[in-house]
T-cell receptor
Framework: DAGVIQSPRHEVTEMGQEVTLRCKPISGHNSLFWYRQTMMRGLELLIYFNNNVPIDDSGMPEDRFSAKMPNASFSTLKIQPSEPRDSAVYFC??????????????FGPGTRLTVL | QQQVKQSPQSLIVQKGGISIINCAYENTAFDYFPWYQQFPGKGPALLIAIRPDVSEKKEGRFTISFNKSAKQFSLHIMDSQPGDSATYFCAARAGANNLFFGTGTRLTVIP
């Protein structure tokens, strides 16, 4: 298995532009997570989906951020309009979540976003 | 509000020494405590995990010590090696819910 796939790996954009980050989870996994990592705030959960349904989006910073999961093999995180403070590494992770199992989250390689 | 508090923020250890990273939590509903290891430019990866029904779990040079009454758990890296230099995150989860991560510890092992 190729693991969690994220694209692009690096994104440089100007303030005000729309940014779309993409994620392909591991086949068969039913949960998908979007995280943001910065030096100041560490690893923050933005939103997670279970069976393609958003379960908890309380970590989404503001209305400029939106996430979708149209099917089990694809998710997007969109920032519109982007701001310099959105500069961070964004990780996608997937897992096979169950009530009695303690399955690990598998992280993708991340997308390093720089907003100028 | 940080659900899981991690310390120290950074740690420098000589090769062959013991690295110790500590975490504390308040939510007694947490029932799964993993540690993740992250190398520069990579995503975090599961290193070792423990459930609260045991006080210690060892995998090779890595050991988790768990103190349920104190609501604390720690990672011990024995015989630390330069290749262990990475950022380590503790985490906690209640049931099938999402993980809450600590703020991370940057470990540097000096040859």
């Amino acid at each position: 298995d190729a693991g969690v796939i994220q694209s692009p790996r690096h994104e440089v954009t100007e303030m005000g532009q729309e940014v779309t980050l993409r994620c392909k989870p591991i086949s068969g996994h039913n949960s998908l997570f979007w995280y943001r990592q910065t030096m100041m705030r560490g690893l923050e959960l933005l939103i997670y989906f279970n069976n393609n349904v958003p379960i908890d989006d309380s970590g989404m910073p503001e209305d400029r951020f939106s996430a979708k999961m149209p099917n089990a093999s694809f998710s997007t995180l969109k920032i519109q309009p982007s701001e310099p403070r959105d500069s961070a590494v964004y990780f996608c992770a997937s897992s096979l979540m169950g009530q009695v199992t303690y399955n690990e989250q598998f992280f993708g390689p991340g997308t390093r976003l720089t907003v100028l | 509000q940080q659900q899981v508090k991690q310390s120290p923020q950074s740690l420098i250890v000589q090769k062959g020494g013991i690295s110790i990273i500590n975490c504390a939590y308040e939510n007694t509903a947490f029932d799964y405590f993993p540690w993740y290891q992250q190398f520069p430019g990579k995503g975090p990866a599961l290193l070792i995990a423990i459930r609260p029904d045991v006080s210690e779990k060892k995998e090779g040079r890595f050991t988790i010590s768990f103190n349920k009454s104190a609501k604390q758990f720690s990672l011990h890296i024995m015989d630390s090696q330069p290749g262990d230099s990475a950022t380590y995150f503790c985490a906690a989860r209640a049931g099938a819910n999402n993980l809450f991560f600590g703020t991370g510890t940057r470990l540097t092992v000096i040859p």
